[in-house]
């Protein structure tokens, strides 16, 4: 009788933790929802866009003084949610 109940706890054990696992799976496709323009325009697909790379993979398309608008952080680089805040901002 021993024997069932502990073989009974292991399944138990095994259900939960794949459960677990299975909503680790969800939230991980929720967080790589990305921004199409900001991925172009990241050439190098490091993550940061530069004043330079923006002005040269979209040229006349923002300003220096857009780019300034958009680095919130002012650590010279825009990351995509910056550069999301900035589009969907009211200018």
């Keep these: 009788m021993k024997n069932f109940?502990?073989?009974?706890?292991?399944?138990?054990?095994?259900?939960?933790?794949?459960?677990i696992n299975c909503f680790a799976q969800?939230?991980?496709?929720q967080i790589d929802i990305s921004n199409p323009e900001?991925?172009?325009?990241?050439?190098?697909q490091d993550g940061l866009m530069s004043c330079t790379e923006m002005q040269t993979n979209q040229p006349g398309l923002f300003t220096e003084?857009?780019?300034?608008?958009?680095?919130?952080?002012?650590?010279?680089?825009?990351?995509e949610a910056e550069y999301t805040t900035y589009c969907n901002s009211p200018r």
């Excluded at 900001?38 to 190098?44: H, I, L, P, V």
């Design 5 to 19: 109940a502990k073989i009974g706890m292991i399944i138990s054990c095994i259900v939960f933790f794949s459960g």
């Design 65 to 79: 003084a857009d780019f300034g608008e958009m680095d919130k952080n002012n650590d010279g680089m825009v990351s």
């Design 38 to 44: 900001f991925s172009e325009m990241d050439k190098n």
């Design 26 to 29: 969800v939230d991980n496709q």
